[in-house]
């Protein structure tokens, strides 16, 4: 079956836009995790969704981050006014009602703000 | 709060030569779980290994095994028979107890050259 898809792959945008990445989960995943690797910070939780509802946003690093999921299905990571620290990989995980169960990833999409 | 440690930033080995990684965490919790996730240049995380602290033996999944020292807290990734497909960026993980939402805690990551 299908896997994990992001897109785009890659995005590059200016200082002060509004950039939306997307994710789909696996079907029937009801838990979707969203992360960020970036060279200085590593790989970090952004934020967590069970169904259709965040009951863990504590890794969005400014209001300037927010993320819907829409269907208990497609999620997107909308940042707004893109700052130059705010290039990374973002990276989508779903998996099978969260807890103990195994997380599949997402190939990422890799912003860079110029 | 929970953190991992990988304090080897790049490691080689040669072809069909065994490696260990290293990796150490911080916790006050007594239930969790551990993963080993390897990182080609397609980016895309792929789980090696994961092991369930309640349970003292060390997993193993073909020519990759792991060294779960709960007490010193080490969680250390041995690969034997090393192959070139091996090359990687490897990253140790730690995913918290009871009632935890599933996320991650990632260490700083790995890079594994795998020299012909």
């Known amino acids: 079956g299908a896997g994990v898809s992001q897109s785009p792959s890659n995005k590059v945008t200016e200082k002060g836009k509004d950039v939306e990445l997307r994710c789909d989960p696996i079907?029937?995943?009801?838990?979707l995790y969203w992360y960020r690797q970036s060279l200085g910070q590593g790989l970090e939780f952004l934020i967590y969704f069970q169904g259709n509802s965040a009951p863990d946003k504590s890794g969005l690093p400014s209001d300037r981050f927010s993320a819907e999921r829409t269907g208990g299905s497609v999620s997107t990571l909308t940042i707004q006014r893109t700052q130059q620290e705010d290039s990374a990989v973002y990276l989508c995980a779903s998996s099978y009602r969260g807890g103990y169960n195994e997380q599949f990833f997402g190939p990422g999409t890799r912003l860079t703000v110029l | 709060a929970q953190t991992v440690t990988q304090s080897q930033p790049e490691m080689s080995v040669q072809e069909a030569e065994t490696v260990t990684l290293s990796c150490t965490y911080d916790t006050s919790e007594s239930d969790y779980y551990l993963f080993w996730y390897k990182q080609p240049p397609s980016r895309q995380m792929i789980l090696v290994i994961r092991?369930?602290?309640?349970?003292?033996q060390n997993a193993t999944e073909n020519r990759f095994s792991v060294n779960f020292q709960k007490a010193a807290k080490s969680f250390s990734l041995k690969i034997s028979d090393s192959q070139l497909g091996d090359a990687a960026m490897y990253f140790c993980?730690?995913?918290?107890?009871?009632?935890?939402?599933?996320?991650?805690?990632f260490g700083q990551g790995t890079t594994l050259q795998v020299k012909p």
């Open positions: 993980a730690y995913k918290g107890g009871s009632g935890n939402t599933g996320k991650l805690i």
């Open positions: 079907s029937g995943h009801t838990a």
């Open positions: 092991q369930e602290a309640y349970k003292q």
